[in-house]
């Protein structure tokens, strides 16, 4: 059994060795420091004291051998017609990755019946090898049938990692697949990277966001490894792609499941605040009524909510289930825009948590630009409205340059 | 009708800081409590208890000081309480986690309904669940909103998959994630604690399990390694943008964080 040995005679100062751990698993019993199940392993303890108190004492596990585990794979979501972008993000991250060591990209998808326009979409954006799986009991995600797909797959292919995406449908997939392979799962990496022996370095974040943590699984394979949407960057999509497709079934005893799927319904739109990613918070400084529907359009583009002031509710501009602030609502998302705000205690109160925070004031001196991660000095009647004009000339431009795209691939959308 | 939550001691905060030059992690104190999302695990057994009947019992994995979140479950109302602890499950992963509490399960017997929290507030890897429920080999359905009906012999549930709410009927034996918000939890009772003061926690060690591998514990039979722990980069610091075309400028900064892609 692997375990942190204490080498007493070293251990001078008690107390100021217990401080070492965060986990409290050094304690002091009958006058000996000693190591509890509390331990995580972290190894801080003997990183962190200089005189070699503590040693870590490995067992020798016969792992895999990893040279049999080749390739990148991904795991393709598809949803009704929808191929999810995390999908694609994972393909671009899986050829970066296939690149460096010299390996091939492959993907699985499952479904009822698979679009050709999706597995050609696929092959554009780099996939080499693309299984398919199509049955009638494939048709909503359950557990049992779609994990016995991916172990199929698995055991086919014997990729050396496995990326699935951090969505609802991953975050159950991913684990119920590495346990019957016994392999590790690192979830909701924000970094990845391949060491020239396959091994995949792991970053992400765990302790609400407190903490980073870097993650290997050097001894089994496949590396599982679970990546939210928009995380990474979407590939380029090529024009000639060469990779194949490979269509494969499973017995129908292997695809049974005892979740029956009563109904199935979109999710409505509505969010509350607290759970909205970006929100545009307006405040006093737009000036006039009117102006609010620069924030609305702007909330809108950006699939975000909006906010405002206290200033503007008690105006009756804003339902007071949209206000920020001690009084009001706390929200942390990844993105608020606040315009026109001044930033006072009351207000950032609720908000300065957020992972982003963008603030527009024309005055340089508003208290808002000392939590503002940018501070864009400026009005705000013209700042928006112009970036309104570029966000709606930039979505222009790529239906363009997607119908062009369809017209040279001569996809068939039969 | 036998209903199993799984629950877990973390650390008080949330808000542990790191000191970034030792990369010790700070903890303002060393007071711990339970997992808050299987404070919903543990309610919705509760619920489900009042309607259906049974027993409900709670496990959980950790130190012996662990006992106190069992003690909490009981103020709470759960009827047994079993602590599965040994030195030689420290340091263990999500797999050594899972596999270990699905032993000491088999050992206390699955029962019919196993209830376990969304995530954690320390790990935060939200897999300790799924992957339990593949080493019992039973189903298993995460992302549960609200129970909507209990059988004799299964739970109809919703669930939210992210783009859609599914409604599911799943038979038992079977395991659950409860969504945070799925009931309101009750707070523990003063009146319980002291009804509950001797009632014992049954402690399950490695040599009670069926599998006395010891290469399948622990550390040994943690597939991941944590090379590395440090504080996230604030690089995101104070810049302040003045001068022409600040709209424009702001675009690109959206468009290369990714916000106008499409949301799904
Ligand atoms: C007990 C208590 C509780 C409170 N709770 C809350 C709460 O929950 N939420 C809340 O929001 N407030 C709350 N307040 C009120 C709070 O103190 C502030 O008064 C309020 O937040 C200010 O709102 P504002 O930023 O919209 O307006 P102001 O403070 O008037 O700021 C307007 C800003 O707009 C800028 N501006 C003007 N013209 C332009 C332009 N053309 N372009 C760009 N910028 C421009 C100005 O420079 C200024 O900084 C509370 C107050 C108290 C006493
Ligand atoms: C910084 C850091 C990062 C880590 N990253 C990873 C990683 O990426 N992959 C990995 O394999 N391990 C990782 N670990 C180890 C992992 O956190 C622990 O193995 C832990 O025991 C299980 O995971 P969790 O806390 O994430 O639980 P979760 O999977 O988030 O918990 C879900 C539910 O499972 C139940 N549960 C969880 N733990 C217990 C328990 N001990 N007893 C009873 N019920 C329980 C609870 O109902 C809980 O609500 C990491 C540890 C640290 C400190
Ligand atoms: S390895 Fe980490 S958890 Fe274990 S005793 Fe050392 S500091 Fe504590």
């Known amino acids: 059994m692997s375990h942190i040995a204490v080498h007493q005679n070293k251990a001078v100062d008690y107390k100021a060795l217990s401080a070492l751990c965060p986990f409290g698993a050094i304690v002091v019993d009958n006058g000996h420091i000693a190591v509890t199940s509390a331990c995580r392993m972290c190894k801080l303890c003997i990183k962190n004291d200089t005189r070699g108190v503590f040693e870590l004492v490995e067992d020798d596990v016969a792992g895999t051998d990893t040279s049999e585990w080749n390739g990148i794979a991904v795991f393709i979501e598809i949803y009704e017609m929808k191929i999810h972008p995390v999908s694609l993000e994972m393909i671009g991250k899986a050829q970066e990755l296939a690149g460096k060591i010299g390996h091939s990209v492959y993907a699985a998808a499952a479904g009822e019946k698979i679009h050709t326009a999706h597995v050609e979409e696929l092959l554009h954006y780099g996939v080499d090898e693309l299984y398919l799986y199509e049955a009638p009991e494939l048709k909503h995600f359950r557990i049992e049938p779609y994990t016995a797909v991916f172990e199929d797959f698995i055991v086919r292919r014997r990729p050396s990692v496995v990326l699935v995406g951090g969505t609802s449908i991953g975050r159950v997939l991913a684990p119920r697949t ?25 970053i992400r974040p765990a302790f609400g966001g407190n903490i980073m943590a870097h993650i290997r699984t050097t001894k089994h394979r496949p590396q ?93 501009w804003i339902d007071p289930r949209r206000q920020i602030g001690l009084s009001g609502r706390t929200v942390r998302p990844r ?27 024309i005055d340089p001196n508003a208290a808002i630009f000392s939590i503002a991660h940018i501070g864009i000095v400026g009005d705000v009647t013209k700042v928006i409205p112009e970036l309104i004009e570029n966000i709606k000339a930039d979505a222009a431009a790529d239906v363009k340059a997607d119908a062009a795209a369809e017209g040279t691939a001569e996809r068939s959308t039969s | 009708m036998n209903i199993i939550v799984l629950i877990k001691q973390v650390p008080l905060s949330s808000d542990i800081g790191m000191d970034e030059e030792t990369g010790v992690i700070l903890r303002e104190s060393g007071n711990t409590k339970m997992n808050p999302y299987d404070l919903y695990a543990l309610e919705t057994a509760l619920r489900i208890r009042e309607k259906a009947g049974g027993k409900i019992s709670v496990l959980t994995m950790g130190p012996p000081q662990a006992e106190q979140v069992v003690r909490e479950a009981y103020m709470m109302g759960a009827d047994y309480g079993y602590l599965l602890t040994d030195r030689a499950f420290a340091g263990s992963d999500v797999l050594a986690t899972s596999y270990a509490l699905s032993q000491a399960l088999t050992h206390i017997g699955i029962g019919d309904l196993i209830i376990c929290g969304k995530q954690t507030t320390d790990g935060d890897t939200a897999q300790v669940g799924v992957e339990c429920s593949e080493f019992l080999g ?30 599911a009927r799943i038979t038992y034996p079977c395991l659950i994630a409860v969504d945070k918000d799925i009931y309101q939890p009750r707070l523990p009772s003063y009146r319980k604690k002291k009804a509950t003061a001797l009632l014992p926690v049954e402690k399950i060690t490695l040599n009670q399990l069926k599998d006395q591998n010891t290469t399948r514990y622990g550390l040994t039979g943690s597939p991941t390694q944590v090379i590395k722990i440090f504080p996230p980069s ?22 290369d964080g990714k916000h106008l892609q499409e949301n799904v």
């Open chain 1, 335 to 361: 993105l608020i825009i606040a315009c026109g705000i001044s930033g006072s205690v009351q207000f950032t109160a609720g908000m300065n948590g957020s992972e982003k925070i963008i603030a527009v004031n």
């Open chain 1, 178 to 202: 590495a346990a019957r392979f016994r392999t590790g799962l690192t979830a909701d990496c924000t970094i990845l990277d391949i060491q020239e022996n396959t091994d995949l370095d792991q």
């Open chain 1, 224 to 316: 599982f490894a679970t990546v939210r949407y928009k995380i990474f960057n979407m590939p380029e999509r090529i024009t000639n792609p060469t990779g194949t497709v490979i269509h494969c079934t499973l017995p129908p005893a292997k695809l049974n499941s005892t979740i029956e799927i009563l109904k199935v319904h979109h999710k409505e739109k509505v969010k509350h605040l607290e759970e909205a990613d970006v929100i545009v918070a307006a405040g006093r400084g737009i000036g006039s009524r009117e102006n609010l529907k620069y924030i609305e359009y702007l909330a809108e583009l950006l699939d975000g909510e909006v906010a405002g002031t206290r200033t503007l509710i008690e105006a009756g």
């Open chain 2, 138 to 167: 039973i189903p298993c359905i995460t992302n549960v909103k609200r129970i909507i009906d209990i059988q004799p012999d299964a739970v109809t549930i919703e669930s939210d998959m992210g783009m859609t709410i599914e409604h």
């Open chain 2, 234 to 255: 604030r690089t995101s610091t104070h810049e302040i943008w003045e001068g022409e075309h600040l709209g424009r400028r702001l675009f690109a900064l959206l468009r």
